[in-house]
């Protein structure tokens, strides 16, 4: 296709989409004003009924827990798929182990004051990690942000050049293990809402007092789970990325 | 709408041109990181913090790995064709 159709094409579309996008956007509530039934009974009603003070996570994980059961598994599937791909075929497994030199891989040379901030970082990330997991029915954050910065910690090892002593902190075994029990564990308290209560995911624990970190019945442990599965998948997916590249004969 | 409001607009619209224009992938990843940062500034002050947080991370440190790796491997198999061509005529 040459540059001139596909400009020609490009005009077409991208005409049709401003056209839509307008009339998309005259039919708005304007700024600030839009106030939407269901979000307005949440907000008046979930911290009574719920016993927690940050809504989202009321929402992802006990009024809708349903969807994040089902976001959950997209994660699961999509970062399976991610190990599948990319795994160790029988031909490259011999060639890694004898590949020289391969403690010193391509990305040794970090200067010391990248190593020094990594160092700060790295206890900095999993305390904030483990605090947004821990805290998601109370302040912003949760299972999946507190998940995230979890796994940003590892990585801080691997920003200080040391790609091998990452795979130590967090090995394959480790992060598969997390991924597949996070995802099983959500699965599980569901389960336990479907024996006590009758409903799957219906919160069959005590809430608690609103505002303690133990509140918000089965909230905290959903975000739990959440927090290991999505670490663990984060993880998984950057180290098979990075084996595909880090481990091998350095090169400039 | 805040002051703060606007800029983080201006923020994220200049930086997804900038995406866009920029050519040269490593480069991009880089101004992409950037873009994200902006992205989180905006979700920040439109009171989304739970966005915003996943975004600083999946922005900063995940698209980044991912990408930087990709293009790592590229050009590793691009040197391995190039020696290989060098050895051929011999």
């Known amino acids: 296709m040459s540059r001139r159709l596909r400009l020609g094409v490009f005009a077409v579309a991208g005409a049709g989409i401003a056209v839509v996008l307008l009339l998309g956007f005259t039919g708005l509530p304007s700024f600030g004003h839009a106030h939407e039934l269901y979000g307005s009974l949440v907000n008046r009603t979930a911290d009574k009924l719920r016993h927690a003070t940050d809504l989202v996570t009321a929402l992802n994980f006990d009024i809708r827990a349903f969807d994040t059961l089902g976001e959950e598994f997209i994660l699961f599937a999509s970062v399976t798929g991610v190990t599948l791909l990319l795994r ?165 | 709408m805040t002051a703060l409001q606007l800029i983080a607009l201006a923020a994220v619209m200049l930086g997804g041109t900038a995406v866009v224009a920029t050519a040269e992938p490593l480069r991009q990843t880089i101004v992409l ?22 975004e600083i991370v999946v922005s900063s440190v995940g698209l980044p790995v991912i990408v930087l790796a990709a293009l790592r491997k590229i050009r590793q198999q691009e040197h391995a064709r190039e020696e290989r061509e060098e050895e051929a005529p011999e």
């Not at chain 1, 031909?91 to 020289?100: A, S």
């Not at chain 1, 190593?115 to 999993?126: F, G, T």
């Not at chain 2, 992205?39 to 009171?47: E, G, N, P």
């Open chain 1, 88 to 252: 160790t075929l029988r031909g490259e497994e011999e060639r890694e182990r004898q590949t020289p030199g391969i403690e010193e891989h391509a990305f040794a040379g970090a200067s010391d004051g990248l190593k020094l901030a990594s160092l700060v970082l790295i206890p900095v990330l999993v305390a904030f990690g483990a605090y947004l997991v821990f805290h998601g029915q109370l302040t912003p954050g949760g299972g999946f942000q507190g998940g995230v910065v979890l796994a940003a910690g590892p990585i801080a090892i691997l920003l200080a050049g040391r790609y091998l002593s990452m795979k130590v902190v967090a090995p394959k075994v480790l992060l598969e293990a997390g991924d597949s029990l996070g995802a099983a564990c959500y699965a599980l308290i569901g389960l336990g809402g479907l024996i006590f209560v009758g409903v799957y995911l219906k919160n069959p624990l005590p809430l608690g007092s609103p505002g303690h970190l133990l509140s918000g019945g089965m909230m905290p442990l959903n975000s739990i789970a959440v927090g290991l599965e999505v670490a663990g998948a984060f993880l998984l997916t950057w180290t098979e990325f990075l084996d595909q590249t880090m481990i091998g004969p350095p090169s400039g």
């Open chain 2, 33 to 54: 990181g950037v873009f994200g940062l902006a992205l989180t500034f905006l979700f920040f002050v439109f009171q989304a913090p739970d966005v915003a947080l996943s």
